[in-house]
C-alpha cells in the first residue's frame, strides 16, 4: 500500500514539471513574438503606406543609397531622376524613405531680416 501512494506522488509531479515546461514555451514564444515579429510587421507596415504615398516630385532615398526625385510611378516600378535629365528605373520595393523636403523661408521671415 506505501508503494501505491508512492507511485502517485511521482505521477502528480511529472504532471506539475510538464505544466511548469508548457507555461515556459508559452512564454518564450510571447516573449519572441513581442520583441520580433510584432515590430518587424508593423515595420512593413509602415513601408508599404511609403510606398503607397509615393507620387511624382517626392524626394527619397533608396536601399542602395541613391537620392533622387521620382519622376514617374508605375505599379511595381519607379523612374528616378538622379541628376537633370538623368533616370534610372527602380523596383518600388526598393524606396527606404523620403526624405524631408526643404522648406522656403516664409516671407514674415525674409521681412523680419531684412529690418535688420
Known sequence: MHHDFALLAQVGGAQGNFMTTVLFFGGMIAIMYFLMIRPQQKQAKQHGQ?????KKGDSVV???????????????EIKLEVSPGVKIRLKKSSV???????????SEEKDKKEEK
Open 62 to 76: 533608396t536601399q542602395g543609397g541613391l537620392i533622387g526625385r521620382v519622376a514617374e510611378v508605375g505599379d511595381k
Open 96 to 106: 527606404q524613405s523620403m526624405e524631408a523636403a526643404a522648406e522656403a523661408p516664409k
Open 50 to 54: 511609403l510606398l503607397a504615398r509615393l
